[in-house]
T-cell receptor, first 114, second 112 residues
Framework: EAGVAQSPRYKIIEKRQSVAFWCNPI?????LYWYQQILGQGPKLLIQ????????DSQLPKDRFSAERLKGVDSTLKIQPAKLEDSAVYLC????????????FGQGTRLTVV | QKEVEQDPGPLSVPEGAIVSLNCTYS??????FMWYRQYSRKGPELLMY????GNKEDGRFTAQVDKSSKYISLFIRDSQPSDSATYLC????????????FGAGTILRVKS
């Protein structure tokens, strides 16, 4: 079974620039999550999709972050404009069920904002 | 106060030792309790989850939940160098949409 695929693995941008991350979940997984993991902290949920609908985006900084999941499969997360404090690993995860307990994580995209 | 507290370590043990990793939490609504392992530059990997109080065993790993004390533990028996990783606890509650709330993680180093 192929895992959750994310790209790019690493990205370095200057503050105020924009950046986008891509995620391809495990085939058949209806639920997709984007997490932000700042160095030394646990992952924090940014947004959760059920198919192509948003279930929870309460912790997404909507003035600069946006996410979409077209056709209920792949997803992109965008930051525009980036701030220094956005430096983190952005993890995508997917699960068969909506509960999130048995989510499978991708390797993440490490973003550095300079 | 954070909802989930976890000692960041690092915890350094010799190979073969029994390891105890712990988390405390403040929200009594949490019902499901998970342990993830995260190797360097990798995503978290689910080790096991427990519902409510009690113990659960899977091979060398045992998870314990004490809801009365708001305290959960993960024990690793016969620890191996390959167990060296960051261990994250996470928990969820139905009334909060089952959103996972993670601890900061404990770095474990098993020396051969």
């Amino acid at each position: 079974e192929a895992g959750v695929a994310q790209s790019p693995r690493y990205k370095i941008i200057e503050k105020r620039q924009s950046v986008a991350f891509w995620c391809n979940p495990i085939s058949g997984h209806a639920t997709l999550y984007w997490y932000q993991q700042i160095l030394g902290q646990g992952p924090k949920l940014l947004i959760q999709f059920q198919n192509n609908g948003v279930v929870d985006d309460s912790q997404l900084p909507k003035d600069r972050f946006s996410a979409e999941r077209l056709k209920g499969v792949d997803s992109t997360l965008k930051i525009q404009p980036a701030k220094l404090e956005d430096s983190a690993v952005y993890l995508c995860a997917s699960s068969l069920v909506r509960t999130g307990r048995e989510a499978f994580f991708g390797q993440g995209t490490r973003l550095t904002v300079v | 106060q954070k909802e989930v507290e976890q000692d960041p370590g690092p915890l350094s043990v010799p190979e073969g030792a029994i390891v105890s990793l712990n988390c405390t939490y403040s929200n009594s609504a949490f019902q499901y309790f998970m342990w993830y392992r995260q190797y360097s530059r990798k995503g978290p990997e689910l080790l096991m989850y427990t519902y409510s109080s009690g113990n659960k065993e899977d091979g060398r790993f045992t998870a314990q939940v004490d809801k009365s004390s708001k305290y959960i533990s993960l024990f690793i028996r016969d620890s191996q160098p390959s167990d060296s990783a960051t261990y994250l606890c996470a928990m969820s509650a139905l009334e909060y949409g089952n959103k996972l709330v993670f601890g900061a993680g404990t770095i474990l180093r098993v020396k051969s």
